[in-house]
């Protein structure tokens, strides 16, 4: 408590300043430095540039079929509807906030990308040769598991910033992934195909961590609109859907073409459904009454995919992967039921879309898997090409033993966290500046204060006909009941 206060007080600024940063303004300067640095930096790789064919007949390369991106883009079609469709329509489910949910998940998202595109290729795929950073279907695909990092904690912070505030955060955050996931991919040398620890614990963490340093004591003043309505559940539950049914391709996308690929998807299909069943159960036990919630349905029902996705393309088996969606889908429905209401009496932090029981913790479980899982790997379960290829044990990591890679993989999840709480909080400070324009306490998870909304259905008078789709029906009947007085 007292580490916070001071975090706060030496991040406070005068509250009467009267300057803010408008979000037309942002826009326009933000997409102007984008069109001047991808001028200068971004190019096409050999596969997308016009000089294909020529490269084809150079590398002896026989058909057209033989592109990336016959191979990637399927894989990056379900991702982008995970990214714009799925974690939109998820966070739909607050009845005075769908259009912010879907409409700001659309704005971060396409600008997240674009710095994705350019943080993570001077780390990445920068040319020493012409120092251009040459992009690709597998470009586009990383750059959207950046972004998702960002919609992650969006998740925490859900209702409470401005437009501004979350392009700002999802700034500072792009950059922290580009980093973070340099030093844990290729640095430390750590394996996580489906981003348990560079994506979700990493965005749940930097999420969690701003919440903390924006917490509102006085958040209970918009209480009222802190829920769901009928409606907007099932709209979340749209959301739900797309994510769990797309959820394979999201761990498998980038891996190795061949059983590596084959098998990240056939783990994650597996976790998932496991933890479906998990999740019903839980729910249902957790009640009284025996009924189901809502939340627990949207939401945990998603984490065996978080919690399989580091290990995703080891030899998990497939019995293992149902083990881990079934200890998932208990761990966050009760973080759930529990968690949640403790971490924000207890430890300040108001999380309003879960994440801490959807991503932080199934992350920290799956970095953890991951581990164990490497750290267990041997030439009788993989084959001696098997083990080189799937933990990539080639060049200065040639001498490399599994044991050693769990250690890696260890350290790998110790990094996610410090970038993820560390970041935070200094993000976290630098969003508590008043320029940024934040709702005010009573005006939280509401669309008004940032969209023009159509007349509400309750103040239209109500027309007093049968719906037969007959035009100008109250006409006709009181010429028939004129007509009888006159009789």
Not at 62 to 69: A, K, T
Not at 91 to 119: C, E
Not at 167 to 190: K, P, Q, R, S
Not at 323 to 333: A, D, K, L, P
């Amino acid at each position: 408590m007292g580490c916070r206060q001071s975090f706060r007080q030496c991040c406070d600024r005068p509250k009467n300043t009267n300057v803010r940063i408008s979000l037309p303004a942002v826009c326009f300067v933000w997409q102007i430095v984008m069109i001047i640095l991808f001028g200068i930096f971004i190019r096409y790789d050999q596969e997308s540039d016009a000089h294909w064919a020529e490269y084809r007949t150079f590398q002896n390369i026989s058909s057209d079929i033989e592109n990336d991106f016959y191979f990637r883009y399927p894989s990056f079609q379900d991702v982008h509807v995970m990214i714009f469709v799925g974690f939109g329509f998820l966070m739909t489910f607050l009845k005075r906030y769908s259009f912010s949910a879907v409409g700001f998940n659309f704005l971060i998202a396409a600008f997240g990308l674009q710095w994705a595109l350019l943080m993570q290729g001077w780390f990445q795929s920068l040319d020493p040769m012409d120092g251009k950073i040459k992009i690709s279907m597998e470009s586009l695909i990383n750059a959207d598991f950046c972004v998702a990092s960002c919609l992650i904690a969006y998740g925490a912070v859900l209702g409470k910033l401005s437009p501004v505030q979350l392009m700002v955060m999802t700034l500072f955050g792009i950059t922290l992934y580009a980093v973070d996931e340099f030093i844990i991919l290729n640095l430390i040398h750590a394996r996580d195909a489906g981003g348990s620890m560079v994506i979700h614990t990493f965005g749940a963490y930097y999420g969690l961590s701003i919440s903390w340093m924006l917490y509102r004591p006085n958040l209970d003043q918009s209480k009222r609109l802190n829920g769901s309505v009928y409606h907007s559940d099932v709209f979340a539950m749209i959301g739900t859907l797309f994510l769990w049914m797309f959820w394979p391709s999201f761990n498998s996308a980038i891996t190795d073409h061949g059983d590596g690929q084959h098998r990240a998807a056939i783990n994650t299909y597996l976790a998932l459904a496991s933890t479906v069943l998990t999740t019903v159960a839980i729910s249902s036990l957790s009640q009284k009454t025996g009924k189901l919630d809502m939340v627990h349905i949207q939401n945990s029902t998603l984490a065996g995919g978080v919690a399989v996705g580091t290990a995703a393309e080891f030899m998990l088996m497939p019995y293992g992967s149902l083990i881990i969606g079934f200890c998932c889908g208990i761990i966050s429905t009760l973080g759930y039921i529990y968690i949640t209401p403790f971490m924000e009496k207890y430890l300040k932090i108001q999380d309003t879309c879960g994440i801490h029981n959807l991503h932080a913790m199934p992350g920290v479980i799956g970095g953890i898997v991951g581990a164990v899982t490497a750290a267990a790997a041997s030439e009788g379960v993989y084959g001696k090409a098997g083990l080189i290829n799937t933990f990539d044990f080639t060049g200065k990591w040639k001498d490399m033993v599994p044991s050693r890679q769990g250690g890696h993989q260890a350290a790998g999840l110790c990094v996610a966290l410090c970038f993820g709480v560390g970041g935070g909080i200094i993000v976290g400070c630098i969003l508590r500046m008043p320029i940024w324009g934040d709702a005010p306490d009573d005006n939280c998870f509401d669309d008004e204060l940032y969209w023009e909304l159509p007349e509400d259905e309750e103040s239209i008078p109500p027309i007093l006909e049968d719906n037969n789709h007959m035009r100008n029906r109250d006409v006709t009947e009181s010429h028939f009941s004129m007509e009888q007085s006159q009789n």
